[in-house]
């Protein structure tokens, strides 16, 4: 499996890495099969944009549909990699589901964090995860990724044809990347469908993809473990960033812990 170590030395060096073994295959079977109830139940169909696929089904706002997916943020083996990335203070950004079915063509190259108007290099501002529900090959689709490609001082033009490789990997693994990684989904030549689970980071101080404090119920929130209310955003970034009135969101929401904010440490 290596060591969080050895995978964050990756992840300095080629933007990404391969956790191998994170979980089994009768969890793996859990997801897929709660993964395909969802699918059914809430009417997924495909986008068909160019960036979100045309025979690729993506399910949003997982952390709504139960502990299956409450457990995949504080993942005690990923989450230690990706805050060495970020930080300790970093927050769940996205948590979606994304199904690449056959005939699926290559989703444009692209940097998870490209929308941030920030210069490159920078430091990390995402850290972002894919959960291999299944296996991960060349030709169903694996991600496709530009070694080292995270260090350079632009992002990639949308559209555009770079040279990458499949991030291949067993059902069980999770591949972890920077998020000025150049990255994108595979094509899918095979007749059967590529399970992902995208378990996305930011850093504390970024705005998150999905809005977890107005998308996920006060009362569901209330039912989560303390630090998954923290990643979710219902915590205080180095006692000061997202205060209410000198609580924290978990304080005064969910009337959780009291926090101290960092002018009452001082």
């Known amino acids: 499996m290596g060591s969080t170590t050895d995978h964050l030395e990756r992840i300095a060096r080629d933007g990404y890495t391969i956790v191998p073994d994170v979980f089994d ?24 944009n160019s960036f979100e696929g045309a025979r690729t089904w993506r399910i949003y706002n997982l952390l709504a ?12 083996v990923v989450l230690p990699v990706v805050a060495g990335v970020l930080d300790a203070g970093c927050l769940v950004s996205s948590l979606s589901s994304i199904v690449i079915g056959p005939g699926e063509t290559a989703q444009p190259i692209h940097a998870d964090d490209q929308v941030m ?17 299944t296996d991960f090959t060349e030709a169903n689709g694996a991600t496709r990724v530009i070694p080292g490609s995270h260090l350079a001082d632009h992002s990639p033009e949308y559209g555009a044809s770079f040279e990458s490789i ?17 990255h994108g989904g595979g094509a899918n030549t095979t007749d059967e469908r590529r399970y992902g689970i995208a378990m996305n980071y930011c850093a504390g101080w970024i705005r998150q993809q999905e809005n977890q404090q ?10 989560f473990p303390p630090r998954l209310q923290e990643l979710c955003g219902f915590g205080i ?3 000061l960033i997202g205060h209410i009135d000198k609580r924290s969101p978990a304080e005064r929401l969910l009337h959780g812990t009291a926090s101290a904010i960092v002018w009452d440490r001082i």
């Open 25 to 48: 295959a009768e969890r793996a079977a859990a997801l897929r099969a709660e993964l395909d109830r969802l699918e059914e139940a809430l009417g997924i169909v495909p986008a068909g």
């Open 65 to 76: 549909h139960g502990p299956l997916f409450e457990a995949i943020p504080v993942d005690p």
């Open 117 to 133: 108007p920030l210069a490159k290099p920078h430091v990390a501002t995402v850290c972002n995860t894919m959960w291999a529900i």
């Open 166 to 182: 499949p991030a291949e990997m067993t059902a069980g693994s999770v591949l972890v990347w920077h998020g000025s990684l150049w």
């Open 214 to 223: 107005l998308g996920l119920p006060l009362e569901l929130v209330a039912t």
């Open 237 to 239: 970034y180095r006692g």
